[in-house]
Nanobody, 119 residues
Framework: QVQLVESGGGLVQAGGSLRLSCAAS????????MAWYRQVPGKQREWVAV???????NYADSVKGRFTISRDNAKNTVYLQMNSLKSGDTGVYYC?????????????WGQGTQVTVSS
């Protein structure tokens, strides 16, 4: 079964940048959408950014203008470039994929990567 593996999280000072990566463990027949979510303890997971199969992107208001989602289809990888980070961006970031593999369309989630922004 396909796995989504995130990387790139870490500790950064406010105003700094990080780039998250999410790689699929094997070739994907069809990518419908891929997205990033984040979650902090005690709160619901919130949507951050999405990229569609056609390459359209959209962002939560809280990150618009600071974060950029992109993908490399050849590498089955999606990225989240995060600039001008704020303490409020701290959380566990999860990669999500609406993918068709082995003839079935399913939702996939990565294991999460911690992002900590120090003020």
């Amino acid at each position: 079964q396909v796995q989504l593996v995130e990387s790139g999280g870490g500790l950064v000072q406010a105003g700094g940048s990080l780039r998250l990566s999410c790689a699929a463990s094997e070739s994907i027949f069809l990518i419908h959408t891929m997205a990033w979510y984040r979650q902090v303890p005690g709160k619901q997971r919130e949507w951050v950014a999405v990229i569609t199969s056609g390459g359209s992107t959209n962002y939560a208001d809280s990150v618009k203008g600071r974060f950029t989602i992109s993908r490399d289809n050849a590498k089955n990888t999606v990225y989240l470039q995060m600039n001008s980070l704020k303490s409020g961006d701290t959380g566990v970031y999860y990669c999500y994929g609406d993918l068709t593999t082995d003839g079935r369309r399913r939702d996939y989630w990565g294991q999460g990567t911690q992002v900590t922004v120090s003020s």
